[in-house]
């Protein structure tokens, strides 16, 4: 009796390793541009990120200085990073007819602009959360103790990341707020035109990629389709017609 147990014990444990080794190595996106370099975080080692790399639900995601990257996920979702910024994804679950999924994705560092596919999608900083719906959406760090939210369309919940902290702040498209540590979200404002053009432009990688960036993904597996057949890219709306001056947040 006890043995049989024993056995059944180490049947489920096998499964739940097997089932969680799955959720791990699945590929959930892929990288549709990159400007100047970008490198994806696997396994604790750094592969060089190319176009056509997959993307999988534990990677983390950056780019270098002067670099941008464009990842497009399998609910239609597109991430846009900006320089310096690096992104690591935190949970990835798809719906179905009866429920939708939901993406959680943390920013680390830097900027990212988002458009929101098929499931719910949260971007989280060291200090807030953006919950965004139908949205196109910007999220940066100003600081290592403060993040920002810009809405380009749509509507975002903005929150601290400390559950202690109450308050919440629904941001409508053309505004902006911020989230310092320990303090609730700023009321919404209009997003200043030169943050805006500036936002738009950081966060823009090539539609189509430069012949001398890596292609499939030399280093990342080089699986070129692998079965995953990406959506037609949201288009970006406001794209700036000449270069944007600096603000002064910085981030």
Known sequence: MRKNL???LIVVAFFIVMASLAMTTDKI???NAVKGKAGIMRADKKLTAGVKDSVLLTDIVE????SRMKILFIDDSLLNLGENSKISIKEYVLGDEKKRGQS???LLDGRVR????KNKLEIHT???VAAARG???FVWNTSPSESCLALLKGTADASNKNISVQGTESVKEGNMSCVAEGMPPSKQEPIP???LRELIESTEADSEPDTDKPQGGAENGGDGDGGFNPPSVPPIELEPKEPCPSYGGGY
């Open 29 to 31: 996106g892929e990288v």
């Open 135 to 137: 949205t196109i959406l």
């Open 114 to 117: 988002a458009v929101v596919g």
């Open 104 to 106: 959680i994705f943390a």
């Open 193 to 195: 035109p030169d943050l």
């Open 63 to 66: 780019t270098e200085k002067s």
């Open 126 to 128: 060291p200090t807030a």
């Open 6 to 8: 024993f056995i059944s």
